[in-house]
T-cell receptor, first 110, second 114 residues
């Protein structure tokens, strides 16, 4: 089976940098994705790592290390609007289903 | 920008009743999904659908649930004999292909069973 673990909550102040970790146990997947979900909203795609290493998209970066079964999302220059839940996810190679991590609630304070 | 649309946004039903949640995936997408999120919890996979049949389903997706693509645009989730614990946000998602492509989610239907 697949399981992805994340810290339940992270807090930070505006302008800071925060890292949200994702550790996983999977039997085979295409890559690691990150989704953002504001309260009452739908998950929206943020980034995808097919290969090990760092992917950068503006203020957000994502990292994957398959050998360590580990990835993270890095958010820089935090803004109040970044307060949301963040989910890592993998797409199972055998079934194509997208499996989400436990989710991390990020609270950004002024 | 194309988007996944879900109706209704909120459904209240009495325990034991049947509900149908509707979704219109993005038109050129081939893979369709339903997910469930109980308040404050993670997003849980229910079922994936490809080529007019279920390709994968979770333990949650038992005989109480069914999915259908009745025409070329709609994708529905039927929940029979609803229970209090079925109260959750239900998200429909679609993707152009399996594998690496991102999935696009609808805004969800909040189901409240009373």
């Amino acid at each position: 089976g697949q399981s992805l673990e994340q810290p339940s909550e992270v807090t930070a102040v505006e302008g800071a940098i925060v890292q949200i970790n994702c550790t996983y146990q999977t039997s085979g997947f295409y890559g690691l994705s990150w989704y953002q979900q504001h309260d009452g909203g739908a998950p929206t795609f943020l980034s995808y790592n097919a290969l090990d290493g760092l992917e950068e998209t503006g203020r957000f970066s994502s990292f994957l290390s398959r050998s360590d079964s580990y990835g993270y999302l890095l958010l820089q220059e935090l803004q109040m609007k970044d307060s949301a839940s963040y989910f890592c996810a993998v797409r199972d190679r055998g079934t194509d289903k997208l499996i989400f991590g436990t989710g991390t609630r990020l609270q950004v304070f002024p | 920008e194309p988007e996944v649309t879900q109706t209704p946004s909120h459904q209240v039903t009495q325990m034991g009743q049947e509900v149908i949640l509707r979704c219109v995936p993005i038109s050129n997408h081939l893979y369709f999904y339903w997910y469930r999120q109980i308040l404050g919890q993670k997003v849980e996979f229910l079922v994936s659908f490809y080529n007019n049949e279920i390709s994968e389903k979770s333990e949650i997706f038992d005989d109480q649930f069914s999915v259908e693509r009745p025409d070329g645009s709609n994708f529905t989730l039927k929940i029979r004999s609803t229970k209090l614990e079925d109260s959750a946000m239900y998200f429909c998602a679609s993707s152009f292909e399996g594998g690496r492509t991102e999935a696009f989610f609808g805004q969800g239907t909040r189901l409240t069973v009373v």
